[in-house]
């Protein structure tokens, strides 16, 4: 099986990816067999659906905030998301999202993800530092958590594409 359980927490094999493309709403548009598979939804819940159907409370809103900015600016990023299935299980990805564009006119008509399982290692540094931005945006909202991201990525002097991807 390309899925397995411990607890809630689902991992999937390395060389599977979660595919699915929305529309600049973030609305569902396309949901490869595997997205299916893990999320627990059948195709027809999750087409036309919100992509943040699957959002997980765990997940720091900053971190959807700068996601969005970045697609919506027509640039790809890469986050560490944990995402919650339709039986409340939970899941990693390492997400790659890009923006897709219409060819003749340049502009962007909906995004494109493409997500597979993250490294043990990434996930021992995202994990602690997701806890802290969710701390700080309880307590004073998301912007003091997007503070605590620039201040972490200020303190380590790098960028916060250079940070993901030396997580992998």
Known sequence: MSISQKGDALTFDENLFIVSKTDLKGRITYANDFFIEISGY???????????????PDMPKAIFKLL??????????????????KQNKYY?????ITPMTD???NTIIGYHSV???PSSKGLSVIEPLYDKMMKAEKESGVQ?????????????????????????
């Open 42 to 56: 059948k195709e027809k819940e999750l087409l036309g659906s919100p992509h943040n159907i699957l959002r997980h």
């Open 92 to 96: 990693w990805v390492h997400a790659y």
């Open 103 to 105: 060819t003749k006119t």
């Open 144 to 168: 003091a958590s997007l503070a605590l991201l620039d201040t972490t990525l200020s303190q380590l002097k790098v960028s916060y594409d250079a940070f993901i991807l030396s997580h992998e």
């Open 115 to 117: 997500r597979r399982s």
């Open 68 to 85: 969005w900015e970045r697609i919506q600016a027509g640039k790809e990023v890469f986050a560490y998301v944990k995402n919650r299935t």
